[in-house]
């Protein structure tokens, strides 16, 4: 027989004599040794190591309450927030890259909050395995060799988010087993069954709450739900009421509340978030102005020619119009118009009106011109000039002239009221253009097409700024033509009343526009060519352990990590990968020969032991081998974990055929001694090196390892 009968629980796997030995001895054990190894000499550098440069700031500004913007959601950054707000750090330190932390931070304790992650992915690896019914004796191997794992231990050693990532991304797989396990045991409905189910849905919304990797794990309990649901719908004996039930929990269950986890991270990180910081450039308007402290000056509520202003975007890129002295290389080789996020002088823009003696407020319909205060050049458009990036609209920039290729008609498309209930706003005319509240558009008068950030990024020559183009909208409710003047100066006109408040922005705007620029961000992170990253590394190296990281500033002085697998369970697991392969193409060819009988059980045995984790390391790693993003090694400590239990499934059918207990017994001897001498010859890396190469020279089995100094 190919595997043993499956169980509907790990529990039932167990001799019930060494029940308890097998459930919660060994599992504790365990857990000791990893967060053991992971405590151990976690204090020895004292400096601020790697990503701890942004993720303890990033933290920080949560004891700040300052807004700031990063590429990942804000689940792990708020945790890393808590530990410093147990370890009592006030938010003082900026945590700088390779500076000393201050004798009175306790960053000991934030880095044990962290490792804490770290160490609990063992026992959830130990219980992943007895799940997938998996040998005992390969199930201790495994769990050891992840515990032992230095690329594990590294990581879970400083103040990162990626232990937290594995941990919830081990968790998904493991409630997705549990899972697979009661679907095979029809007890569906149970409430072992619904419970296991709602932890799944709830370790999704916290996995995806890291990182958008989560999503990769995400995808294969999506793959598992629609497989069920079709095998669900050939079943004769189930009633349409109940395969409607199966549907609408896994719904609620796999899509309801795992969305409803990330938004509610959402609505925390912005309520704790209450201050004016470094990210205001990323929202719009409305939401900065509601921070305390903002640098958005109120300005005189009507809006008249001969006005200074800012005008930010209501798209996805809600940035400033803005200009400078560089020229397009292409196109016009006019003057480059952009959206810029950030205070700036080249924002600033004088609304003229088209007739020389033209004065007064500015009104719906108006025809304007809009003049760079910098550089004195027009804000221009044409039919002769396609965008850049953009397909099909038109480029748009700063030219000398005024004709009518600069003349632009505003459209009012929204008035908001002042927050303040009591404001008597019977002063701000409906058809006047008032800063902050108003929602226009700006019409080409000579094509027709409307001013529009894109959501795209110039190249370099465009400093990456945001591209500004003029377009044909499909609707006139798409906000990428809509804008607001932000910022307003006329010294003829009176002051905002004391009494005006700005209206409050909306949590749904707020968070779609946090996410986009999450994205825009995301798609940033591109490989310089003009420069080279040291640190940075190609997919194919992960799995080959061509080359490691350095983690720290590389003296002899200081205690140094390198993050680089354990050539043990790296090589070994991605040996098994092929291997893997080329046995499931045998038993495929077997079994259309007939020569061996695959059941359905071997078969869906074959798929939760082996196929499954087969899939969840390929799509944790092609991602990042087809992507334009800049790589690092640790992007592939999940794909990792998943190959580690290939291993395990490809040893399991090495052991099915072994009849011979003492070759069994002495090749599990063999790889438990393989796995700890691997952790005892090179632990350093994750230990930390201290002093010169003379004891850390036997270490180095590849050349391209450049741990020593």
């Known amino acids: 027989m190919l595997v043993k009968p499956l169980p509907y629980t790990c529990a039932s796997t167990q001799d019930t004599r060494y029940k308890w030995v097998k459930l919660y001895l060994i599992p504790t054990f365990l857990t000791i040794l990893s967060v053991c190894v992971r405590f151990y000499r976690i204090d020895k550098n004292k400096t601020v190591v790697w990503d701890e440069a942004h993720f303890g700031k990033f933290g920080s500004y949560y004891i700040k309450h300052e807004f700031y913007h990063d590429v990942h959601p804000p689940l792990g950054k708020m945790l890393i927030g808590l530990s410093e707000y147990l370890a009592n750090f006030d938010g003082d330190f900026d945590f700088e890259s390779n500076t000393d932390y201050p004798k009175h931070i306790n960053f000991i304790f934030m880095r044990k909050f962290n490792c804490l992650f770290g160490a609990f992915v063992i026992p959830i690896m130990y219980y992943t395995l007895l799940e997938l019914n998996f040998n005992y004796f390969i199930t201790l191997l495994v769990s050891l060799m992840s515990c032992l794992e230095l690329s594990f231990i590294v990581l879970s050693k400083f103040i990162l988010l990626d232990s937290m990532l594995l941990f919830f991304t081990c968790t998904t797989f493991y409630f997705l087993a549990r899972l697979h396990n009661l679907n095979v045991a029809k007890r569906q409905f149970t409430f072992n069954w619904s419970f296991t189910l709602l932890c799944l849905g709830i370790s999704i919304g916290c996995v995806c709450s890291i990182k958008w990797v989560g999503l990769f794990i995400t995808v294969i309990v999506g793959l598992y739900t629609i497989g069920d649901l079709f095998l669900l719908f050939y079943q004769k004996s189930l009633s349409w009421t109940k395969y409607i039930k199966h549907w609408l929990i896994r719904i609620i269950d796999l899509i309801i509340i795992p969305f409803l986890i990330y938004l509610f991270c959402f609505k925390l990180h912005f309520a704790l978030l209450y201050k004016s910081g470094t ?375 090495l052991f099915n055929r072994i009849n011979s207990k003492f070759i069994r017994f002495n090749l599990m001897i063999v790889l438990f001694g393989g796995c700890v001498y691997s952790y005892y010859k090179f632990n350093p890396w994750a230990q930390g090196m201290l002093g010169g190469n003379e004891r850390y020279e036997h270490m180095k089995w590849i050349n391209t390892w450049d741990f020593l100094l």
């Open 279 to 653: 990210g205001d450039g990323s929202t719009n308007t409305l939401f900065q102005i509601n921070l305390q402290n903002n640098k958005i000056e109120l300005g005189p509520r009507n809006i008249a020619f001969g006005s200074y202003v800012t005008i930010r975007s209501n798209g996805l890129s809600p940035n400033l119009l803005h200009s400078h002295k560089q020229t397009y290389p292409v196109g016009s080789f006019q003057n480059q118009i952009t959206g810029y996020g950030f205070a700036d002088s080249n924002n600033n823009w004088i609304i003229e009106n088209t007739n020389t003696n033209g004065k007064g407020l500015v009104r719906d319909g108006m025809e304007i011109f809009l003049k760079h205060d910098t550089t004195q050049k027009y804000l221009f458009s044409s039919l002769e000039f396609p965008s850049i990036v953009s397909k099909d609209s038109l480029e748009v920039s700063g030219a000398t002239e005024n004709d009518d290729n600069a003349v632009w008609i505003v459209e009012i498309m929204d008035q908001l009221k002042s927050a303040n209930s009591q404001y008597d706003d019977s002063s701000e005319p409906s058809n006047v253009i008032h800063p902050i509240s108003t929602f226009i558009r700006f019409k080409h008068k000579a094509t027709g097409c409307y001013l529009t950030s894109s959501g795209f990024s110039y190249p370099n020559w465009g400093f990456k700024q945001s591209e500004i183009i003029c377009k044909f909208p499909f609707s006139a409710r798409d906000k990428s033509a809509w804008w607001n003047v932000e910022e307003h100066w006329n010294d003829n006109l009176d002051p905002c009343p004391s009494d005006y408040k700005p209206p409050h922005s909306k949590f749904w705007t707020d968070f779609v526009l946090i996410n986009f620029a999450m994205a825009s961000s995301n798609n940033a992170l591109v490989p310089d060519e003009d420069k080279f990253d040291n640190l940075a590394s190609k997919p194919w190296e992960w799995p080959t352990l061509y080359r490691g990281l350095r983690m720290c500033n590389w003296s002899g002085v200081i205690y140094r990590y390198y993050l680089l697998g354990s050539p043990f369970n790296t090589w070994l697991s991605t040996i098994s990968l092929p291997i893997f392969l080329l046995i499931i193409l045998k038993l495929y060819c077997s079994w259309q020969r007939q020569s061996i009988d695959l059941n359905s059980t071997a078969i869906l045995q074959i798929i939760s032991m082996g196929v499954l984790p087969f899939l969840t390391w390929l799509i944790h790693y092609l991602p990042f081998v087809t992507m334009a993003r800049v790589t690092y090694i640790h992007h592939y400590l999940p794909s990792l974990y998943f190959a580690m239990i290939v291993f395990a499934f490809n040893l399991q059918l």
